[in-house]
Every structure is written in C-alpha cells, then in structure tokens.
C-alpha cells in the first residue's frame, strides 16, 4: 500500500505539473499570462482565464465556446486557494481577465482584496436569488454539496457500512484511509473545515480535527486529486463535493456517496471579472460570463458528463447527480467563511497538517 502510494503521489504530481504548464487550445498558460497583461498573445478573439476547473473538464467548455463565438480561450490551471494567491499577487500588473471556477468563499475574499470588477450577467435572470452576489460582482454558475466518496470494493472487502456522520470518520478502522484536500490552496478543503467549524464550534473544531488527522492517508493540493485518489483504491474516503466525487464513475470506478446526516456545507460555483485585466479582453470576458451563465453553457456540464447542478433553472443536468435539496446542507455562511478564511487557514496549518510539500 505504502510503495502503490508513493506511485500515486508522483503521478497526481506529475499530473499537477503537467496542468499547470498547459493551457487550453495549445497555448501554455505562461505564455498566455505574458508580463504585458496578456497583450503579447491576446486580440479581439482572444481571452485569459485562470480556471480552478480540472484541465480535461474546462477544455470542454473553452472549445465549445470558440465554436460559439470565435474566442480563443488560454488558461492556466490552478486549485482555487492558488488562483486567488496568484491573483492578489498580480494585483498591481493583472495578467489575466477571468477567474473560472471555485466556490464563492475565494469570490468573496478576492472582492474584498479589491482584486474583481463589479459585472452580472443578463442570464442570471434564471438563476435562484439565494445563489446571486448581493454586491452584484460575482456570477454563479453552479453548486454542490460536500460528500463523503466511498471506494465500494473496499467497503464490500472490509464488509462495512458507509459512513453517514461526521463523527463516523473518527473510527480507528479508517486509520490512513480517508484523503482531502490542504484548504490552504483547495476551495473543496476550505469548505470541508468553514462547514465543520460551523457545526461543531471554532474551539471544539480541533479536537475533533486532530482526531480526524489521525485517519487521513494525505493532504492533497486540489481538490479534486482526492476522489481520484479514492478510484485508485489509495484511500477509501474522500472528503470532497459530490460532482468531483461521482466524476471518476463515468470512467468505471467503484466510487459511491454518503452524505452525514448531521450536515454538510455545500458551495455556490462563481466567475468574475478580474480588476484591471487586459483591456482589449473585457468585452470577451464578459461574452464567456454570458455564455456559462446561460442554458446553453450549462447544458455542456451534462453533456460533458459533469455532475456540477447547474444554477440556471433552464439548464438540464445530469442523469445522476445530487441536488442540494435531496441531503441535509447546513445554512452555510459564506460571508463569514471568506472573512475568516486566513485566521482559520493559519490555524490548521498551525495545529493540524502543514501545506508544504503538498502532492
């Protein structure tokens, strides 16, 4: 098991790396986020994202929307912590347009940073008011709720149930079983922790986290390396959101959901405008807002077999997939989470796991 995990761990490295240098079309993201702004390799057919989207999911949508319009889409491809790091690092010199992906807590923070440009899509008409930024800077896009992904043959070899609780996942019988993400650079991880601090209390939290600690197999940089983790039969619960976890099934693997029954947070999916990006790209910004705020472009998610629920009523999802109103999400505060996602990032790398040396 140990060798079997290091193999894996040099793969999902590899994987990250490769993601990291490759953008969408052909070009690599350092090429599309050029030290002009974007303005060496972006025209009026052009646009620069930075996507918390995984690399084979978000081409998808990308080609799909150059068929539509015409725009080249480049990007580059980053957890969500990561993405809103490098955007507050650029904060002075934008090199890209769009930030793609990601639960509204980064939206949030990154509004607060001054670091997004104020833009709601017209689409939006068809979109649930409890789902919409009351500030009117962010656009939501999709939402999800966090699960607990099973590897079914390991349960069915061990001969145990599912767990339904929070308080299930302390069981010694998972010892160097279960798999997250660091919420220091993933969006899911973060989720994870805002929504056990706000079941179980900003003291009683760490009790229970370091004894949570003691079953983790490892902490991931995204998160959706922690389902994949899960399909490979390297641990057997991932702590992740239900469209992340179900999407290793559309390739075969014996992955299944539980849900705890005493709660579970859920995000809100966003898009915005980055402040001062490339301004020969705006317009196309907001085309591509537009378009993924639109049946059209939520349509692809069931299309290309994504169990993202899609946020426009209008928009058919996928044959499968977990609506929030059919489990037990907490009313998650988000607001709160985004303001308090430094103190309690800080807290966990402090008290619990360390990102460093991430995989």
């Known amino acids: 098991m140990k060798k079997t995990k290091r193999i894996f761990a040099l793969l999902l490295t590899l994987a990250m790396s ?3 240098l490759t953008g969408c079309g052909g070009g690599s ?3 599309a986020a050029t030290d002009e702004g974007g303005g060496e390799t972006s025209g009026s057919n052009e646009l620069t994202v930075y996507t918390a989207f995984p690399e084979a999911e978000v081409a998808y949508y990308f080609n799909a929307f150059e068929e539509a319009t015409g725009i080249h889409v480049n990007s580059l491809r980053l957890s969500a912590g990561e993405m809103l790091t490098r955007v507050a690092a650029e904060k002075d010199n934008p090199q890209a347009s769009l930030m793609f992906g990601g639960s509204t807590d980064n939206y949030i923070a990154a509004s607060n940073q001054g670091l997004l440009e104020a833009y709601q899509s017209p689409e939006l008409s068809n979109t649930p008011e409890n789902y919409l930024d009351p500030d009117g800077v962010w656009n939501p896009i999709y939402v999800g709720a966090i699960a607990f992904a099973c590897n079914r043959d ?6 145990y149930d599912y767990p339904t609780s929070w308080d299930d996942l302390l069981d010694p019988k998972y010892q160097d079983m279960i798999i997250m993400a660091h919420p220091a650079t993933s969006g899911t991880a973060y989720t994870v922790l805002a929504t056990l601090i706000q079941l179980k209390g900003e003291d009683a939290v760490w009790d229970y986290l370091t004894e949570l ?4 197999s490892q902490y991931t940089k995204s998160g959706s390396a922690a389902p994949n983790g899960v399909a490979l039969g390297e641990a057997a619960i991932a702590l992740t959101f239900s469209h992340d976890g179900l999407q290793p099934t559309t390739e075969g693997y014996p992955i299944e959901l539980s849900f705890p029954t005493d709660g579970t947070g859920y995000e809100v999916g966003a898009m915005a405008l980055i402040k001062g990006g490339p301004a020969e790209e705006q317009e196309n910004a907001k085309k591509f807002i537009d378009f993924m705020c639109s049946a059209e472009g939520q349509n692809l998610y069931a299309e290309n077999n994504s169990f993202r629920v899609p946020t426009n009523s209008e928009a058919t999802p996928a044959d499968g997939l977990v609506t929030l109103d059919s489990v037990a999400v907490i009313d998650y505060d988000a607001v709160w989470a ?3 996602k430094d103190e309690f990032v800080a807290q966990f790398e402090a008290n619990i796991a360390s990102s460093e040396n991430l995989e």
Not at 213 to 216: A, L
């Open 29 to 31: 993201g350092d090429d």
């Open 338 to 340: 985004a303001e308090h």
């Open 154 to 159: 390991w349960f069915a070899d061990q001969g």
């Open 213 to 216: 600690d003691k079953n983790m």
């Open 18 to 20: 490769l993601a990291l």
